[in-house]
Antibody, heavy 122, light 113 residues
């Protein structure tokens, strides 16, 4: 069945780096655009980044632009989020999700992974 | 950015009764070229990731019970649960995918009265 499994979360100090991974199975990963979405503890959902199926033209929320990089390895069915210069307000559950819809930029999310928790604290 | 505002923030409804959640967009998410509304609804249960219920404002995802329905167009949308079941206790979010950045409503917490 369709499955997304995130990993790489943990506790990290402000200003440091962390790399999240998302392993996909059960669907054709190399034809699917992919997103990262985050949710701070007890808060709502915030879209973070999008990468088209072929890895071109990445898109980011203003809150992470210049600090985070989304990438993918289609040969390994894996999505990544490189988080640099992390801040306390980056603390959140990070979900990867497949994009569905007419175009990558105009997509809803299904399925979602279970998430990986990132805590930024000194 | 398109700002999504849900109402109410929380809602308590008796079992078997109708629940209605509203979502207002700061500008239209109706495309004149496709005649589609770029709006989705999600359900999130405690400790779980969100699950899509509705997309294109009114298309129910496969496997979603038919007591869930979506309506509206342009800037104003509604998620209706026709007969509330205990398992529907969740937080519900609307999401626009008309333009980047993709944005969500703040969420509506639905409880049993």
């Amino acid at each position: 069945q369709l499955q997304l499994v995130e990993s790489g979360g943990g506790v990290v100090q402000p200003g440091r780096s962390l790399r999240l991974s998302c392993a996909a199975s059960g669907f054709t990963f190399n034809t699917s655009a992919m997103h990262w979405v985050r949710q701070a503890p007890g808060k709502g959902l915030e879209w973070v980044a999008l990468i088209p199926f072929d890895g071109t033209n990445e898109y980011y929320a203003d809150s992470v632009k210049g600090r985070f990089t989304i990438s993918r390895d289609n040969s390994k069915n894996t999505l990544f989020l490189q988080m640099n210069s992390v801040r306390v307000d980056d603390t959140a559950m990070y979900y990867c999700a497949r994009a569905l819809g007419d175009f990558a930029l105009n997509s809803w999310f299904d399925p979602w992974g279970q998430g990986t928790l990132v805590t930024v604290s000194s | 950015d398109i700002v999504m505002t849900q109402s109410p923030d929380s809602l308590a409804v008796s079992l078997g009764e109708r629940a209605t959640i509203n979502c207002k967009c700061s500008r239209s998410v109706l495309s004149s070229s496709t005649n589609k509304n770029y709006l989705a609804w999600y359900q999130q249960k405690p400790g779980q990731p969100p699950k899509v219920l509705i997309y294109w404002a009114s298309t129910r995802e496969s496997g979603v019970p038919d007591r869930f329905s979506g309506s509206g167009s342009g800037t104003d949308f509604t998620l209706t649960i026709s007969s509330l079941q205990a398992e529907d206790v969740s937080v519900y979010y609307c999401q626009q995918y008309y333009s980047t950045p993709i944005t969500f409503g703040q969420g509506t917490r639905l409880e049993i009265k």
